[in-house]
C-alpha cells in the first residue's frame, strides 16, 4: 500500500515490501460507512482542459483529468456501489505494491453510481486534492462522511502525479520525480483544480462538461452552491489547497492534512479560514509552514493528532492493518507507517474535524474546532 510523499521537502522514511505469494481467496479490503442522515451517491467526470497543454502527454495534447462527485443521494436501490478503484487501476494497484493482483479486492465504496441528488437546498462544495502518487479515491472515508452530510465533494486525480484510469481501462501512472517536474506538476495542480471549478459552474446551468457524454444524476442543475466552495488536500495536496486559495477566490476556506506549503502564497499569507492537521508536518519541522502560519490573517487553527504518522491520514489507515496478514507485516511495521493511534479513532478524528470546519465556515454552524474536546482527547491545538 504505497503512501503518499509529503511534498518534496519531506522524504518518505519507510517504504514497505509486500508479498507475492497466491492466496486461495482474495483479501477483501472495507472501508467503515459514513454515519450523516443521507445515503451517498456518486459519479465520475471525464474532462479536457483544450486550453492547456499536457507536459507530460503526447505532442500537444490537451489536459485531460478524472474527477468524482460525491453528494448526498436517494433512491438508491437501483444504482449499485463504485469500486474504490475501477478495475485496471485496481490491477495496476496491487502490482505496484508486490502484490497479484488476484490476491487483493480493493473495497467497495458506499457510493452509488449515478443515484439521484437529494436537494436538501444548494449543496456547499468541498474540493479534494490527493498527495504525490495517489489518487483521488485515496481518503474515500472522509469524503463520504462530508457527503452524507449534505456536501459535494469533488475528488480530483491529477494526472501524471498518481495512478488514474480513464474510460476505456486506459491507465496513466506517474511521472519521473524530480525538481523541474515537481515544479511544473505544482502548477498543473493549481491550474487543474481551477478547471474543474470552471466545469461545476458548467454542471450547476445544466451543461454535461463529461467529454464522452456520461449521463448525469438528476438534481444537479442549480444545486450547486458555488458561493460556498472549500478545499482539503493531503500531503502535496495540502501544498496545492494553500496555492489555490492564494491563486482563485472562489475557494472560501482551506484544510492542510500534514503537508507543506510552498510558493508566493508562503509570505503572501491568506485572508480566508485555514486549518492545519499534522503529523509529520508541521510548524516545528518545517519553516515555511511557519511562516505561512504567521501570514494568515483569518480565522486559524492548527491541530495534531497524537501518535499520528504520515499515513494516519487518508483510508491507508484502516485498510493497511486489514492487509498487514497478506503482506507479511507486523504490528511494529504497521505503526512505521500510519502510528499508534487506533484505525476507528483516526477515522473519527479525520471525519469530525473536516465536516466541523466546514460546517462553521460553509454554514456558520458548530463549535468543536473552539478548543479541546473530550470526545476527542488524542487531539493537541497548537497555539
Not at 487518508?314 to 486489514?322: E, I, K, R, T, Y
Request: some cysteine.
Amino acid at each position: 500500500m504505497r503512501i503518499s510523499r509529503l511534498a518534496t521537502v519531506v522524504p518518505l522514511t519507510a517504504s514497505l515490501v509486500l508479498g507475492t505469494g497466491a492466496t486461495a481467496s482474495p483479501l477483501a479490503l472495507t472501508l467503515p460507512p459514513p454515519t450523516g442522515p443521507h445515503a451517498v451517491g456518486t459519479t465520475a467526470l471525464h474532462l479536457v482542459d483544450h486550453g492547456r497543454r499536457d507536459p507530460w502527454g503526447a505532442p500537444d495534447a490537451p489536459r485531460e483529468l478524472m474527477i468524482s462527485l460525491w453528494y448526498p443521494a436517494r433512491d438508491t436501490e437501483r444504482h449499485p456501489v463504485v469500486p474504490w478503484l475501477p478495475p485496471a487501476a485496481a490491477a495496476q494497484y496491487a502490482i505496484d505494491n508486490g502484490v497479484a493482483p488476484g490476491d487483493l479486492r480493493v473495497p467497495d465504496t458506499h457510493g452509488h453510481d449515478g443515484a439521484p441528488v437529494d436537494r436538501c437546498g444548494r449543496l456547499p462544495v468541498v474540493l479534494y486534492s490527493p498527495g504525490n502518487d495517489s489518487f483521488r479515491s485515496a481518503n474515500t472515508a472522509v469524503v463520504e462522511e462530508l457527503a452524507s452530510r449534505g456536501f459535494l465533494v469533488v475528488t480530483i486525480d491529477h494526472t501524471h502525479d498518481g495512478l488514474v484510469e480513464f474510460p476505456g481501462g486506459r491507465v496513466s501512472s506517474p511521472v519521473p520525480d524530480g525538481p523541474a517536474t515537481g515544479e511544473a506538476m505544482a502548477g498543473a495542480r493549481v491550474a487543474d483544480v481551477r478547471f474543474v471549478l470552471d466545469q461545476l459552474t458548467a454542471l450547476d446551468a445544466g451543461g454535461n462538461p463529461d467529454v464522452d457524454g456520461h449521463p448525469l444524476p438528476r438534481g444537479l442543475r442549480g444545486g450547486i452552491d458555488l458561493a460556498r466552495v472549500g478545499m482539503f488536500g493531503y500531503s502535496a495536496g495540502a501544498t496545492t489547497t494553500a496555492a489555490t486559495l492564494f491563486a482563485d477566490p472562489r475557494v472560501r476556506a482551506g484544510i492542510g492534512v500534514d503537508g507543506a506549503v510552498t510558493g508566493p502564497v508562503v509570505t503572501a499569507g491568506l485572508d480566508r479560514p485555514y486549518l492545519l492537521m499534522n503529523a509529520r508536518a508541521s510548524r516545528q519541522t518545517l519553516p515555511d509552514l511557519a511562516t505561512f502560519w504567521s501570514n494568515l490573517r483569518g480565522w486559524k487553527r492548527d491541530i495534531t493528532l497524537t501518535g499520528a504518522a504520515h499515513g494516519s491520514y487518508g483510508d491507508l489507515a484502516v485498510l493497511l492493518p486489514q492487509a498487514a496478514p497478506l503482506l507479511g507485516l507486523n504490528q511494529a511495521q504497521v505503526e512505521a507507517e500510519i502510528g499508534t493511534v487506533a484505525p476507528d479513532r483516526s477515522v473519527a478524528v479525520q471525519r469530525a474535524y473536516p465536516t466541523a470546519f466546514f460546517d462553521r465556515h460553509l454554514r456558520h454552524t458548530g463549535h468543536l474546532l473552539d478548543g479541546p474536546s473530550p470526545r476527542f482527547p488524542e487531539v493537541v491545538f497548537t497555539p
